[in-house]
Antibody, heavy 122, light 105 residues
């Protein structure tokens, strides 16, 4: 069965870096586009980044562009989010999510991990 | 830049009643790329509807989506106790974008 498990969250000081991981099981990561979506405490959902199934295309929200990098290791079935120059407003639960269709980028997500909390004190 | 506005912000209903949730886009969006999610407290979102009208796998038929252009609706025909949650619409144009959510209580 399809599972996504995030890790790597924690408390990090402003300006520092953190790398999140998302291990996929039950499917081949190399067939699917993958996203990171975040949710600040008590707030709504905010899309963060997209990696196409083969890693050839990456897109970012304006709020993280130039600071965050999405990458993947398809043989290891693992997605990453490298977060640099962290700010208080980056505090959120970060979810990895799978594209609905394989080899497509339709931009909606059928499987989500349980999320990992990143806290950047102000 | 497209903005998705969901209404109402909070909807107070009882089990057995019908719920109608609205999602309005600031400019026309393709129905192909309009989705709805349900999120319960402490849980990840769950895909309910995609392509504006198609139910995702395992979603009960009391959930239905409709609409086109700038106005989309999620309808829950008869509320079950487990349906009380926050609902988000989402579109995918140049990048995925979520509405601010409707809390169904």
């Amino acid at each position: 069965q399809v599972q996504l498990e995030e890790s790597g969250g924690g408390v990090v000081q402003p300006g520092r870096s953190l790398r999140l991981s998302c291990v996929a099981s039950g499917f081949s990561l190399s067939r699917y586009g993958m996203h990171w979506v975040r949710q600040a405490p008590g707030k709504g959902l905010e899309w963060v980044a997209l990696s196409w199934y083969d890693g050839s295309n990456r897109q970012y929200a304006d709020s993280v562009k130039g600071r965050f990098t999405i990458s993947r290791d398809n043989p290891m079935n693992t997605l990453y989010l490298q977060m640099n120059s962290l700010r208080a407003e980056d505090t959120a639960v970060y979810y990895c999510a799978r594209e609905y269709s394989d080899y497509e980028s339709e931009g909606f997500f059928d499987y989500w991990g349980q999320g990992t909390l990143v806290t950047v004190p102000s | 830049e497209i903005v998705l506005t969901q209404s109402p912000g909070t909807l107070s209903l009882s089990p057995g009643e019908r719920a109608t949730l609205s999602c309005r886009a600031s400019q026309s969006v393709s129905s192909t790329y309009l989705a709805w999610y349900q999120q319960k407290r402490g849980q990840a979102p769950r895909l309910l509807i995609y392509g504006a009208v198609k139910r995702a796998t395992g979603i009960p038929d009391r959930f239905s989506g409709s609409g086109s252009g700038t106005d989309f609706t999620l309808t829950i025909s008869r509320l079950e106790p487990e349906d009380f949650a926050v609902y988000y619409c989402q579109q995918y144009g140049t990048s995925p974008l979520f509405g601010q959510g409707t809390k169904l209580e």
